[in-house]
């Protein structure tokens, strides 16, 4: 049985609606509109109050959501830092520039080469011809299963780049398969030295700096090459 | 201010038969130009043989200043005079050879004994 509004109560009542919605707008969630009378305004309270349980409700729910999503988010952030200072790592690992005799350096290359990875190795190169005043470089690539266009493209200017500092730049063990390769892309490797082994470039790179006499070892001895024959 | 760079010249020593440039500052193109033609001058001056250039103190070589250096040596080679260019930086090489600019019949050496003792034997050798 439902009453009458009384006009009196109703603006009370109202008014107490309002200072209930204003409260929970404010982000007081514990509020509830309170009436001991039943009429036609208190299926409105009763609403009132459903809509505030469920806004209280889905808040809690996307509170922890956000809180579950910032945590892998974060665990996300630290193990990309990890692979990026795991490949920072790999990188400075993988060229590493070694002097082997007096006026030798050798560069050995293993695994795949990319863009980025030639440009590190041809980096660390020069800055080791000119940290160490060697003339001869051998660029070993017997570790290296292919090569492609851009890869090629990066030795030529490795060459030409250690030219331009005034270093000689033999590149040794072309496989088969990168002779191939590099014959039927149409890239001309004829201003580069290549020889078959590593040992053929060093025996080349000593020959050229007299330390080789007759198949002996010359030590100390580094002049450069003699071209009155 | 361009008074001040026209005046500021590279300076160049001979030394027996060898030109001696060593490039202190940063070039602009003006000096770039002005530099190539003192060279060849001075070639002519002196009759020198050989041309040292020491690129060491210069952080950045652009296709103009690259392409100059790479002309004045078949220039100078024209009037019998050999281009040895010394102390090129990592990062200069790779600018160039990024640039396309390989400069091909140049010849470099890494420091200036180095290029001192090609030079000698270039001239040695064209004797």
């Known amino acids: 049985m439902e009453e009458q509004i009384k006009f009196e109560n109703a603006a009370k009542r109202i008014e107490h609606i309002e200072d209930v919605l204003s409260s929970v707008a404010a982000g007081d969630l514990e509020v509830r509109v309170e009436s001991d009378i039943e009429d036609d305004l208190t299926g409105i309270e009763e609403a009132i109050n459903i809509l505030i349980d469920d806004l209280t409700y889905e808040l809690k729910q996307s509170k922890k959501i956000k809180e579950e999503l910032e945590e892998k988010l974060k665990k996300i952030q630290e193990q990309q830092k990890t692979i990026l200072q795991q490949q920072e790592d790999l990188l400075e690992l993988s060229s590493p520039v070694t002097k082997v005799w007096d006026n030798i350096l050798i560069l050995p290359v293993i695994g795949t080469l990319d863009s980025q990875r030639t440009q590190i190795m041809m980096e660390n190169l020069l800055q080791k011809i000119v940290e160490t005043g060697c003339t001869n470089a051998i660029l070993d690539i017997t570790g290296v299963p292919t090569v492609d266009t851009q890869v090629a493209n990066h030795l030529l200017k490795t060459v030409t780049a250690a030219r331009l500092l005034g270093a000689d730049c033999i590149i040794s063990g072309i496989s088969p398969a990168i002779a191939q390769t590099i014959v039927h892309l149409g890239i001309d490797l004829s201003a580069i030295r290549t020889k078959a082994t590593l040992q053929d470039a060093m025996l080349f790179a000593m020959k050229k700096n007299n330390q080789l006499v007759n198949g002996k070892i010359q030590v100390n001895k580094i002049e450069p090459e003699e071209t009155d024959k | ?127």
């Not at chain 2, 041309?51 to 790479?70: A, P």
């Open chain 2, 1 to 127: 201010m361009n008074i001040d760079f026209q005046e500021r010249k590279i300076p160049i020593i001979k030394i027996r038969d060898f030109l001696i440039v060593s490039i202190q500052v940063d070039m602009h193109d003006k000096m770039a130009v002005q530099l190539q033609s003192q060279i060849l001058h001075e070639i002519e001056r002196t009759g020198a043989k050989g041309v040292l250039i020491d690129i060491s103190v210069l952080e950045m070589v652009d296709s103009f200043i690259g392409r100059m250096l790479s002309g004045m040596a078949s220039m100078a080679s024209i009037m019998d005079a050999a281009v040895v260019i010394v102390g090129m930086q990592p990062a200069v090489a790779i600018t160039l050879v990024e640039l396309g600019l390989e400069m091909p019949g140049i010849n470099t050496a890494l420091n200036m004994e180095r290029g001192m003792e090609l030079l000698e034997k270039m001239v040695k050798d064209s004797l």
